[in-house]
């Protein structure tokens, strides 16, 4: 009995891991998508509260998607916040924006 019970518990903790968000996949996917047009990561993320950036992530990051895809200087991001790879990658990046706001009191380890 203790057994099964071990399993579960295990299972449930393995579970929950897997559909949590990544700070650190949030930096790399910031890195790889935003830096170019936002610059380092430590300013922008350190630019707006945790509130701000969770209010702006809502619904998979509708919000920050519709202000890119209505400006004209971010046309060169509207095929990427149009695309499923940015709803997929949402919650990684309002992780990493949220861990390293304004008042958070983190620092990202690099840029």
């Known amino acids: 009995m203790r057994t099964l019970y071990a399993t ?3 299972m449930l903790l393995a579970g929950s891991t897997v559909l949590s968000a990544a700070t650190y996949k949030g930096q790399k996917i910031y890195i790889e998508s935003c830096k170019e047009c936002h610059g380092g990561g430590q ?3 350190g630019s707006k509260k945790q509130r701000t950036w969770g209010k702006l992530m809502d619904n998979k990051g509708e919000k920050l998607a519709d202000i890119h895809l209505s400006s004209k200087k ?3 991001s509207w095929e990427y916040f149009k695309s499923r790879a940015f709803t997929k990658n949402a919650r990684h990046i309002e992780d990493f924006l949220v861990e390293y706001a304004s008042d958070s009191g983190n620092v990202p380890a690099c840029n």
């Open 74 to 76: 971010a046309t060169n």
């Open 8 to 10: 579960a518990v295990f």
């Open 43 to 45: 300013e922008f993320a």
